[in-house]
């Protein structure tokens, strides 16, 4: 069974802070997503990587994929109370983009 | 809204009675995929549908869960005779024509089974 490691589970910030929080796998993935969610709500894509050593900027975060494709990173610089919330990883392998395994997530708060 | 409907948004069934999920796909798309987030749990696949056609149900539990998508109307997961076990956060997926493009998940039906 395929498995996505977030760490670290819980992570609590003041705001102007920065993170970062990670996604680690034994498993090679041809691409890697990661999602918000808000409580109540479903998840919301922020970014797709797919080759080994991308890096992708959205304005304060920063997204990695690791050069063998089993990892990922999410750096959040500047942290501000609207970034709280859940942040999931989730892999998809060749031929399978819609049966993407999830990671349990990393709960952010940032307060202000 | 065009995103993706999901109804009921809450649901509470006695154990042994059955739950109906639905889903409306975003407007286009003609691919859904439930996914079950159990409590301390990831998203987990569970069938993947298009109209009329079950495509993967490798995801789903063999026994009392089924899914359909009929050529009109809304995705329906079916869960049969429910138990404890089954409380959880029901998401669907829509996906466009391509099926390759970014999974849009609806904002989930969440069951408690008494």
């Known amino acids: 069974t395929q498995l996505l490691e977030q760490s670290p589970q819980f992570l609590s910030i003041q705001e102007g802070e920065n993170l970062t929080v990670y996604c680690n796998s034994s498993s090679v993935f041809s691409s890697l997503q990661w999602y918000r969610q808000e409580p109540g709500e479903g998840p919301v894509l922020l970014v797709t990587v797919v080759t080994g050593g991308e890096v992708k900027k959205l304005k304060r975060l920063t997204f990695q994929f690791g050069d063998a494709r089993k990892d990922s990173s999410l750096h959040i610089t500047a942290a501000q109370p609207g970034d709280t919330g859940l942040y999931l990883c989730?892999?998809?392998?060749?031929?399978?983009?819609?049966?993407?395994?999830f990671g349990k997530g990393t709960l952010l708060t940032v307060n202000p | 809204n065009a995103g993706v409907m999901q109804n009921p948004r809450h649901l509470v069934r006695r154990r042994g009675q059955e739950a109906r999920l639905r889903c409306s796909p975003m407007?286009?798309?003609?691919?859904v995929y439930w996914y079950r987030q159990l409590p301390e749990e990831g998203l987990k696949f569970m069938v993947y549908?298009?109209?009329?056609?079950?495509?993967?149900e490798s995801g789903m539990p063999k026994e009392r869960f089924s899914a359909e998508f009929p050529k009109e109307g809304p995705s329906i997961l079916r869960i049969q005779q429910v138990v404890r076990g089954d409380s959880a956060a029901y998401f669907c997926?829509?996906?466009?024509?391509?099926?390759?493009?970014?999974?849009?998940f609806g904002e989930g039906s969440r069951l408690t089974v008494l």
């Open positions: 549908l298009q109209k009329e056609n079950i495509i993967d």
């Open positions: 407007k286009g798309h003609s691919h």
């Open positions: 997926a829509s996906q466009g024509q391509e099926a390759t493009g970014e999974l849009f």
């Open positions: 989730a892999g998809a392998r060749r031929g399978s983009n819609y049966k993407l395994t």
